[in-house]
């Protein structure tokens, strides 16, 4: 079937651009090949709606003048488009305390059971990974929980990393700007202590203190390539990024999830990510929250 600007589709709207089943095709085939990412032909009316803006940015009249663009190899063109393809198709839905579950176990198990067992030496240490960051949210979150429970703070040695392979999101999470409706379902207490809020030309802004931004640092990195850190980590974030991936995608990354993690290591997953019959290297403990076995 053919998608052509002359006729409408089931939803009663025209196609602005044609988008033919072999450019598709070819899009799908590129997402895997750059960054793992697996599009079945249900993604079709998504990946048309994520990529036109870069067509009408570009000034292409069709979706195979943009596939012949990511083929073309002359001046880096293809490159430099590459990463914008991965960056419009790639979803970046976050929120301060999404799936707040998690940071409450966070907060009531699993911070204790580490102050716990790492307190009694001289720099205890603690690393976190947060893997898939979009906008910077998710780290940002997980660093306020951890300055609120580890009451002697300064002793320790603690580093979050955040990654995603999106380099335009990363720019914002960097900032650590955003507006400031984004923060209208966090308590006043922790509005209060870890948001600043702008002021005149910014009044619509708030900006996360640099006590919580400079706990986390951001990463450019594709999940399915070799990932350069060494680990171990006592906490594993990686929420709602696996259901781009195929099944043996999955299964190798959960692999990898395990290796770098310590023992009892905990990996933390979206809402509707499964674990079932893809490894048997965890054990849940949690709705979405899964151990390491050692």
Known sequence: ?????????????????????KDFSYLSKLAGELAGISLSSGKRELIYGRLVKRLRALDLKDFKSYCDLLKDNENGAA????????????????SFFRENHH?????????????????GASQPRLRIWSAGCSSGKEPYSIAMVV?????????????ILATDLDSN?????????????HIKEISFDRRRSWFKMGR????????????IKNMVSYRQLNLTEKWPMTGPFDIIFCRNVTIYFDRDTRVSLLDNF?????????????????????????STVGRTIHRKIR
Request: hydrophobic share 35%; with cysteine.
């Open 258 to 282: 395990a290796e770098y993690l310590d023992d009892d290591g905990c990996l933390f997953v979206g809402h509707s990510e499964s674990l079932f019959g893809l490894t048997q290297r965890f």
């Open 200 to 211: 005149g030309a910014n009044e619509n802004s708030i900006k996360v203190v640099d006590d």
């Open 103 to 119: 940071f409450e176990f966070m907060a009531d198990t699993l911070l204790p059971e580490l102050i716990s067992k790492k307190s």
């Open 1 to 21: 079937m053919v998608l052509t600007a002359a006729k409408g589709n089931s939803s009663g709207y025209k196609k602005e651009y044609l988008f033919t089943d």
């Open 147 to 159: 300055k609120e429970c580890i009451p002697d703070f300064e002793r320790w040695d603690i580093k």
């Open 79 to 94: 490159e430099d488009e590459r990463t914008h393809f991965i960056n419009s198709i790639t979803t970046n839905v976050t």
């Open 169 to 181: 999101i990363l720019e914002v999470a960097k900032s650590a700007v955003y507006p400031k409706e």
